[in-house]
């Protein structure tokens, strides 16, 4: 009898281990389970936290097909800076900086901010290019004037170091001046950048860019504060220039009932 016991708990065993591999082998992820691509919103924003290529490898180079012909063929701009930094420092694919560059420039020709930015520190720094000041304030221009910080941070220290021309003053002023910035030790290099540059700016021009700052911000308080049911509110702020220079801000508000 305890022969038989032994048999039967000997084959429940054996069965128990046979059919629980199977289940496991049967319920555990496949390594050759598709990884979903980068939605373009989803990619863009791993292009501007700088994670793109880390999120490339972290998926184990499955979509390097599919990013190359999103890139190639598509000509998507998201996918074709992807694709350029994947070339540029051989991840996932062969390095190919020539190439890589290529399609850098092909997301930048599309208004990628990235792209515009990237290729602006590039060719300041000369990393990957031939160093071009010239061609940096191109890239740049474009890239702060889409409202990336970091170009409008660069254009302005490459203004106040002599580089691009006096006509880019005053749009490279406005645009750092309106920037939001929360790190403080970021916020401290803007203040910095944009006192250089208003040394090199008449003061008429200065006043009415921190004036147009000024109304953006009044303009949003009073509009905040005044209670919609209750209103035909007309809120008139403006900025008139007289002449020699000089600028009266005007701002008037009236609330009806």
Known sequence: MQKKLTRVGLVVLICSSVFGHAYAEETKPSDNEA??????????????KNEHLQRVKADECQLVDDIKARAEVMA???YQFLYGDMLAYAVCVDQDVELGVY????AAEQGLASALEQLGRYYDTGKLVQQ???????YLR???SQGNLAA?????????????SPRDFEAAYRWLFQSIVADKGMHKKVEEALA????KMPESVVKRDSFSKLTLALLHKNSAQIPKQKARTHLVLAL????ENRWRFISTLISRQ
């Open 35 to 48: 990884v979903p691509l980068y939605t373009q919103e989803e990619l863009v924003n791993l292009i501007n």
């Open 76 to 78: 998507l701009p998201s």
């Open 103 to 106: 399609y850098m420039r092909r």
């Open 132 to 138: 071009d000041k010239a061609m940096a304030i191109t």
């Open 142 to 144: 474009e890239a702060a």
């Open 152 to 164: 409008q941070i660069r254009f302005v220290n490459l203004l106040n170091d002599g580089h691009g």
């Open 196 to 199: 250089r540059l208003a040394m």
């Open 240 to 243: 008139v220039f007289i002449h």
